[in-house]
């Protein structure tokens, strides 16, 4: 069976009468492989004993082109043939890069998703599009173990739950920097629009050992698109929430590359515009106004083979209002929250190649800083606030593989990461002015021991202001391939989370027509963990179909877990609950995912997650209520599904669904008709989403849709100013009509 196949396929220039040649040459391993057949249409070429074959005389347009592997036609492109284009298509398993894309974050370096000892998910721009995901936050619903919610009625903040943990539990990167800062966690996500993505992939467990603190649930990398060939694309997508308030949403990306393929740069920018919505007719809104704006540019420059520089910019401004729907200054209606937006991120990596390009270095440097001016008041209440936040990051890595049978691969590297947080709301008394400094070591080694048998080990040596001394966190990855289909995948990991005073739990929220605030235990401690994760793959490739399914079971021990008990209300009046350490936690589970493509006409995917989270003590969420032990807004089971169907080659059916199981959600009173504080036991809901797309050629594709068909939304929003704005479970937007259409020049 074959392991690895890199197919280079070169399009030359356009000539005359809309004619072109197209060459390529088809490798193994970096070596020529030969008399091997080559499919362009109907057209049948054989590569020679350097493996190159040439097409003459193509026409300009939309072609597919597959190779022949084991008596299996196997296709590896579809669509319109750009000049000076370059694809590299892996077919481990005799399939293509759909089966075995490459991946970075489970080990901090490029490697075949099948080849990879630490399990990873990849969120492709084409999940985002058929999913009709206008940013990450909307998307990463369709990943197994993880959970998207919208946590406050008034702002629509949201946050990722991963296996069951909370937002601030999982490691945000940008293009592999941990530049995400603990601000951006609040509304970051949303933030990032979808046409700016490449790829987000996604490791569930401990990452502690190469990304330090915060990685207990996992990573999630977020990368951005890389200029591949020159050409400009548009997009525009207009959505009506409830069938009648305007959702517009358009962007653009220009990107050139010279003939060398030794530059190329994007531009691109994003404009969306949301109104407000009232679910219950009160005049104060469930999801509130949107406007956003942004500009980014990434691009590259090789030096020659052996030297490579990368960079990202990105600037972007975000305007939200919720809470009562007059149109009048915050601080002129009876409740609101605003929040304004300013954020810059940058980063830069230079990348020394050796001559195999098997051993390698890299020094980066990343920086992010964002402005806010924000609003939380009743009544005219003096609740105006500024947020300064900014972080920067410097670190090198390097990379160096030993042998040829039994590979080894070495990797080290060290980082400084520093993040400074002012926010303050002089009304409430309210100040957090805050220094974090990180310096972490990591070391890791990557052993092919035997055919079949990997293993990684690492651990990270952590430094951090707020901690008495520094923290070791090891991490031991292992897999075993069990013949051509299956792989067993084993992990254990230490991870650790700091004491910081910002986090995603930090939002200050409404309830019974006062301020709900959150102080921090001065004698907080860091928490620590401890995690398992095993799974099991199984992906079998046939003539027609690829299909296979993966179980992963997970365990994570929490010692000193944050927890929040409230303590009354302050001289304001204001409701106040303490951070403090409690004594651990457990969140344990299992997962399952589901995969098949039949002949690139059906595709299905999908995710089911079972778990169980729970404190070791009874914590008490309020005085009037009894403690419990179960983590709240925690559902037990969740899950997703995706099916893409091609019935012709210009239409596109997409039909996608999110369920969610029921949940203990808090509710405090003072409402009306909410009289006492109580633990709710929450609705299951099940979304269900359709999608069509019609291609009028290469070049204009029109789609149209319907986001919750079935309008499973909340029932029971609080109303008026006195509400708990974070009575919150349901899905984002009730039933959403939109039509879209795409550009290519």
């Known amino acids: 069976m074959i392991k690895a196949i890199s197919f280079f396929l070169l399009a030359l220039p356009w000539v005359l009468l809309s004619q072109t040649n197209v060459q390529g040459s088809l490798t193994y391993f970096g070596e020529p492989f030969a008399n091997t057949s080559i499919f362009l249409d109907k057209k049948k070429q054989q590569t020679n004993a350097d493996g190159f074959f040439l097409f003459t005389d193509i026409a300009k347009g939309n072609h597919e082109i597959k190779v022949k592997v084991n008596d299996d036609n ?56 058929i999913t009709q995901s206008s940013n990450v936050a909307d998307g990463l619903c369709f990943q197994p173990g993880l959970r998207v919610e919208t946590d406050c009625q008034t702002c629509n903040y949201t946050q990722l739950r991963m296996n069951g943990l909370g937002g ?23 933030q990032i629009p979808s046409s700016l993505i490449d790829r987000v992939e996604v490791v569930r467990g401990g990452g502690s050992a190469v990304y330090g603190s915060g990685a207990i649930a996992g990573v999630v990398n977020i990368i951005t698109k890389k200029p591949k060939s020159s050409g400009v694309l548009f997009k525009h997508n207009t959505m009506l929430t409830n069938g009648n308030r305007p959702d517009f949403t358009s962007s653009f990306a220009s990107t050139s590359v010279n003939k060398q393929q030794t530059f190329g740069i994007t531009f691109m920018g994003n404009h969306r515009k949301r109104s407000d919505f009232d679910a219950n007719g009160d005049h104060f809104s469930e999801l509130s106004s949107l406007t956003q704006f942004g500009l980014a540019a990434n691009g590259y420059y090789l030096f020659d083979k052996r030297n490579e520089l990368e960079f990202n910019l990105s600037n972007s401004s975000e305007e939200r209002q919720g809470g009562e729907m007059r149109p009048l200054p915050p601080d002129q209606l009876q409740q609101s929250e605003y929040r304004n937006h300013k954020v810059f991120m940058a980063d830069a990596s230079f990348t020394h190649y050796a001559n195999n390009k098997n051993n390698w270095w890299s020094t980066y440097a990343a920086v992010q800083n964002t402005n806010r001016i924000h609003y939380t008041g009743i009544d005219g209440d003096n ?46 008394n309210y100040l957090i002015d805050q220094s974090i400094q990180k310096f972490g070591i990591y070391a890791q080694s990557e052993w092919s021991l035997l055919r079949n048998f990997t293993l990684i080990s690492g651990a990270r040596l952590n430094y951090h202001n707020l901690l008495d001394k520094p923290i070791l966190t090891p991490r031991f990855s292992a897999m075993y391939k069990l013949g051509k289909w299956q792989r067993i995948r084993a992990s ?7 004491p910081q005073a910002f986090e995603t739990d ?29 799974s099991w793959d199984f992906d079998k490739a046939s003539k027609k179909m690829i299909y296979g399914f993966t179980v992963n079971g997970f365990y994570t021990q929490l010692q000193n877990a944050f927890i929040l008990e409230e303590q009354g209300t ?7 609950l303490l951070r403090k350490n409690g004594a651990g936690a457990l969140v ?4 399952c995912e589901l995969r098949l493509n039949y002949k690139s006409k059906i595709q299905v995917e999908s995710g089911f997650t079972v778990q169980q989270s729970k404190y070791e003590e009874e914590v008490s969420w309020s005085e009037n209520l009894n403690a419990t032990k179960q983590f709240l807004r925690t559902p037990n089971t969740y899950g997703f599904f995706t099916l893409e169907l091609h019935p012709i080659k210009k239409l596109d059916i997409d039909i996608s669904s999110v369920y969610t199981g029921s949940m203990l959600v808090p509710h405090f009173g003072g409402a009306p008709g909410v009289p006492s504080d109580a633990l709710n036991t929450s609705a299951t809901f099940f979304e269900l989403n359709l999608r069509m797309a019609y291609k009028f050629s290469s070049a204009m594709t029109f789609h149209i849709g319907v986001q919750n068909i079935l309008n499973a939304y909340q029932k029971d929003f609080d109303t008026e100013k006195n509400r708990d704005s974070n009575y919150v479970y349901g899905p984002v937007r009730p039933r959403s009509f939109y039509a879209g259409l795409k550009m290519k020049i």
Request: proline share 2%; net charge neutral.
């Open 74 to 129: 196997i296709l590896i492109f579809s669509g319109l043939l750009d000049r000076d284009s370059m694809y590299t298509i892996d077919a481990e398993l005799a399939k293509l890069e759909l089966l075995n894309p490459i991946v970075i974050t489970g080990t901090r370096y490029s490697r075949r998703k099948l080849d990879n000892a630490v399990p990873v998910n990849i969120l492709d721009s084409r999940s985002l599009e």
């Open 168 to 190: 601030s539990y999982s490691q945000i990167l940008i293009n592999n920097r941990p530049i995400f800062s603990s601000l951006l966690g609040l509304y970051g996500l949303e």
């Open 570 to 576: 302050n001289t304001q009046g204001n409701q106040v």
């Open 588 to 591: 344990q589970g299992i997962s």
């Open 506 to 534: 930090m939002h200050i929220a409404f309830a019974a027509g006062n301020i709900s605030r959150i102080v921090i235990d001065p004698n907080l401690k860091q928490e620590q963990s401890e995690g398992i994760n095993i």
């Open 492 to 498: 254990y990991s230490q991870a650790f989370k700091a």
């Open 383 to 428: 609740g105006w606030g500024n947020t300064k936040n900014y972080s920067y990051q410097i670190g090198m890595q390097a990379l160096r593989q030993v042998g040829q049978v039994k590979e080894h691969t070495l990797t080290a590297g060290a980082e400084f990461l520093k993040e400074y947080t002012f926010d303050e709301i002089k009304g409430y």
